[in-house]
């Protein structure tokens, strides 16, 4: 059974910082690309950040660009996503996506990870 398993979330002040993991099992993990996003309360869900397969290509939306990095490491099966410069408006819940293209497409979400930017 394919898992998307999030962690790192938590309270942070304006100006911090948080990384978030993403450890995937029972996939091929290497095939997928990667993406994190975030939805926050009444809001709908959102892309954050995207890596490709083998982590040569990345996108951010243009509300994190140059405040977070997303990253992969293949041989641990994980993606990341270092947030720095946290804004109150960064709060959401943060979920992994994996994705897959191709003759055998598949898509997978995680449960998601909680991210609160507060004073």
């Known amino acids: 059974q394919v898992q998307l398993v999030e962690s790192g979330g938590g309270l942070v002040q304006p100006g911090g910082s948080l990384r978030l993991s993403c450890a995937a099992s029972?996939?091929?993990?290497?095939?997928?690309?990667m993406s994190w996003y975030r939805q926050a309360p009444g809001k709908e869900r959102e892309l954050v950040a995207g890596?490709?397969?083998?982590?040569?290509?990345?996108n951010y939306a243009d509300s994190v660009k140059g405040r977070f990095t997303i990253s992969r490491d293949n041989a641990k099966n994980t993606v990341y996503l270092q947030m720095n410069s946290l804004k109150p408006e960064d709060t959401a819940v943060y979920y992994c996506?994996?994705?897959?293209?191709?003759?055998?497409?598949?898509?997978?979400w995680g449960q998601g990870t909680q991210v609160i930017v507060s004073s």
């Open positions: 996506y994996a994705n897959r293209r191709g003759l055998l497409p598949a898509n997978y």
């Open positions: 029972a996939l091929t993990f290497r095939t997928y690309a």
């Open positions: 890596i490709t397969s083998a982590g040569g290509i990345t």
